[in-house]
């Protein structure tokens, strides 16, 4: 497609339930991240890769955040046990270059995530 | 301490006037500064890279003072279409953002 598509683009849990939100990059895009934007907040680092290769996880909350992207492409975050405080939306971005901080982010509408 | 500091604002400014945000940053050998906007509800988008040497972009000019580990957006002759959350991303680390409304 022409740019980042993520999905789904809302999701309502139940306090408990696992949800999995998927980012479809720009084709080609090497670098792929992940983003936590709380409301009135800005994007908060959660994850990279580059091609398939999870290079940092730094900003993943806790081990109830599993990120992957296992052929290079589409990239899914999983969230374990969604508490309250998960409710955000989710930003995902690519980005064509593989240099560890060059070039632009393209992002997609988000996933924003309400957790009951 | 987070990685990128900016001052929330808000901002309300009249049109045509000039307002200026920083930035402020922690680690001293950060390499790459931007700054995105964002409109509500709606994703980030570029709106300029940062160089050492500062650049602009027709009424935007963006600078870095790595001495003193900060960047800075200026907006000249502010229009209301300038209203938007500025924010600005060292080493791909957003932040908080600086909310600007630009009033007739």
């Known amino acids: 497609g022409a740019g980042v598509s993520q999905s789904p683009r809302y999701k309502v849990a139940k306090r408990g339930q696992d949800v999995a939100l998927r980012c479809d990059p720009i084709?080609?895009?090497?670098?792929l991240f992940w983003y936590q934007q709380a409301l009135g907040q800005g994007p908060e680092f959660l994850t990279y890769f580059q091609n398939e290769a999870q290079l940092d996880k730094s900003g993943l909350p806790s081990d109830r955040f599993f990120a992957e992207r296992p052929e290079g492409s589409v990239s899914t975050l999983k969230i374990q046990r969604t508490q309250q405080e998960d409710s955000a939306v989710y930003l995902c971005?690519?980005?064509?270059?593989?240099?560890?901080?060059?070039?632009?982010?393209?992002f997609g509408e988000g996933s924003r995530l309400t957790v009951l | 301490r987070k990685e990128v500091e900016q001052d929330p604002g808000p901002f309300n400014v009249p049109e045509g006037a000039t307002v200026a945000f920083n930035c402020t940053y922690s680690?001293?050998?950060?390499?790459?500064f931007f700054w995105y906007r964002q409109d509500c509800r709606k994703e980030p988008k570029l709106l300029m890279s940062?160089?050492?040497s500062g650049n602009e972009d027709g009424r935007f000019t963006a600078q870095l003072n790595r001495a003193s580990q900060y960047i800075s957006l200026l907006i000249r002759d502010s229009k209301l279409s300038d209203s938007a959350t500025y924010l600005c991303v060292v080493d791909m680390r957003f932040g908080a953002g600086t909310r600007l409304t630009v009033k007739p």
């Open positions: 084709s080609g895009h090497v670098s």
């Open positions: 971005a690519s980005r064509k270059t593989s240099g560890t901080y060059t070039g632009e982010l393209f």
């Open positions: 680690n001293s050998a950060s390499q790459s």
């Open positions: 940062v160089y050492s």
